[in-house]
Each structure stands twice: as C-alpha cells, then as structure tokens.
C-alpha cells in the first residue's frame, strides 16, 4: 500500500481530481452517508458468497450476452459448491432490475450507494439481489 495508495493520489491530483465538483459533494456527503450506513440494516447475504458484476456497453446489449454469462458465472458457482450468489444494481436502474429479476434473482435488501448525490439531492440506493445456484 506505501508504493500504490502514494502514486494513485498523485496520479489522481496530476489529472486535475481536486477540482472535480463531484468529489467535492461526494466528501460534503460522507456523514450522511455513513450515518444512513449505520441505520440501514444490512441484508443477509450470508448464502450468497459469490458476486457478480456485469455491465456490457450499450453496443453489446440486447443480444443475450448478459444472460450468457451470468448463466456461465452460475454454472461455475455450482461446480464450485457454492450456494448463491449475489448482485448489487442501482435502485433506479430499471433495465438491470428487470434483467436479474428475470434470471430468477430475488431483492434482499437495499443499501445507500457511495457515489455523488443526486443534483436534486436526495440519495441514491443500490438493491442488492440474490439467487441460490
């Protein structure tokens, strides 16, 4: 970490990161963040060890693509015994809900995200999902 976090900050500030708007509600957002992190339950995600992520550029959707590798991804969790897994989609991203929705993946909970507040403040959520494989 002494030879990466150092260089990555510097990096960053080399890039003009300081004068970047959205970090700068990002940190004025902290507290409150941290403090509907602390009155948030949190799901239960202990039968859901492995995590997913997909995100395909717009080009790529709409072609089965998605649902052929979180198919894979499932395929793969079961020959290696695990018993769920999980995915994490922002509240208000409709289109990805609806894809995981329909790979049999079931809401288990909701967290606040980490990421700028909404310019109409307010916050932004992620919903966390989950299917036994």
């Given at each position: 970490?002494?030879?990466?976090?150092?260089?990555?900050?510097?990096?960053?500030?080399?890039?003009?990161?300081?004068?970047?708007?959205?970090?700068?509600?990002?940190?004025?957002?902290?507290?409150?963040?941290?403090?509907?992190?602390?009155?948030?339950?949190?799901?239960?995600?202990?039968?859901?060890?492995?995590?997913?992520?997909?995100?395909?550029?717009?080009?790529?959707?709409?072609?089965?693509?998605?649902?052929?590798?979180?198919?894979?991804?499932?395929?793969?969790a079961?020959?290696?015994?695990?018993?769920?897994v999980?995915?994490?989609?922002?509240?208000?991203?409709?289109?990805?809900?609806?894809?995981?929705?329909?790979?049999?993946?079931?809401?288990?909970g909701?967290?606040?995200?980490?990421?700028?507040?909404?310019?109409?403040?307010?916050?932004?959520?992620?919903?966390?999902?989950g299917?036994?494989?």
């Amino acid at each position: 970490m002494r030879r990466v976090v150092p260089a990555a900050v510097a990096r960053s500030l080399g890039r003009g990161l300081l004068w970047q708007r959205d970090l700068w509600r990002l940190l004025a957002d902290l507290p409150g963040f941290l403090a509907e992190t602390r009155k948030t339950e949190a799901p239960d995600e202990e039968g859901y060890p492995g995590h997913l992520h997909v995100n395909l550029l717009p080009e790529s959707r709409g072609r089965a693509l998605g649902r052929r590798l979180v198919e894979r991804f499932l395929d793969e969790a079961r020959g290696r015994g695990l018993p769920g897994v999980r995915a994490m989609v922002y509240e208000t991203n409709q289109p990805a809900r609806r894809f995981f929705e329909r790979l049999g993946f079931r809401p288990l909970g909701r967290q606040p995200a980490f990421k700028p507040p909404p310019e109409d403040g307010g916050r932004e959520w992620k919903i966390v999902y989950g299917r036994e494989v």
